[in-house]
């Protein structure tokens, strides 16, 4: 049976009891308590760090490891490499000597064959006597005419010839059209010897398709 009276409960007919035990000691028990959790607690802590501490330094050992393999491999390497610096110097003399071969060779031009071809040009009774010839270099290109109706040119060539007979000029010019890289051509001057014979002034301009190549990477 159970009445309440003034908000307390009164409980009729219950176990009695009693706590005898002095507050003090209530108090020293709870704080025992709280010591062995906080003991527990900074012990938990102290195994996650050591743990922590643990994994890292592992990892920077395996770290460590491997940065010496590849350093030991690096040096292997290097010395390996050092067996072949004298083939490596080697290789780099052919490159420069071919790059320089090809620059020399790029404004190359076969003038004894290109000299046959003007030769069988012309009949067979007139006859060369000088020969000027002008060109370009690897590292300037060559004066260019003035004339406007003169096309583009590389090299040009001056010529001396004498004909026993008039010359037939215009013809001349005709054939001189054949030759590989003929740019144009024109007569400088047309004169009278003493001894009949006809000495003519003619001048051959030529362009890039008379260069030989005969280098790879010739121009």
Do not use: C, F
């Not at 743990?51 to 490891?65: D, I, K, Y």
């Not at 050092?82 to 420069?96: F, G, M, P, T, W």
């Not at 051509?185 to 006809?198: D, F, I, K, L, N």
Request: charged fraction near 20%; aromatic fraction near 4%; glycine fraction near 6%.
């Amino acid at each position: 049976m159970k009445r309440t009276t003034d908000g307390h409960e009164l409980i009729l007919g219950g176990e009695p009891r009693a706590d005898l035990l002095p507050p003090e000691l209530k108090a020293a028990r709870q704080g025992r308590l709280l010591r062995r959790i906080m003991s527990i607690v900074a012990a938990g802590i102290v195994l996650v760090v050591i743990a922590a501490v643990a994994a890292v330094s592992l990892e920077a050992g395996r770290a460590q490891s491997r940065l010496d393999a590849s350093e030991v491999r690096t040096t292997e390497l290097l010395l390996e490499s050092a067996k072949y610096s004298e083939v490596r110097n080697v290789q780099n003399q052919i490159d420069l000597t071919t790059a320089a071969r090809q620059l020399a060779a790029a404004t190359e031009v076969d003038w004894r064959a290109y000299l046959v071809a003007v030769r069988a040009s012309l009949p067979s009774d007139v006859t060369i006597q000088a020969i000027t010839v002008g060109s370009g270099t690897p590292w300037a290109e060559y004066e260019q005419s003035s004339v406007p109706l003169y096309n583009p040119r590389v090299a040009s060539l001056t010529l001396s010839l004498t004909s026993p007979t008039l010359p037939a000029v215009p013809m001349w010019l005709t054939n001189l059209r054949t030759l590989p890289g003929y740019a144009d051509a024109h007569p400088g001057s047309v004169t009278r010897t003493e001894t009949g014979q006809y000495v003519v002034e003619l001048v051959i301009n030529i362009n890039k398709d008379a260069r030989s190549n005969r280098i790879a990477g010739g121009q």
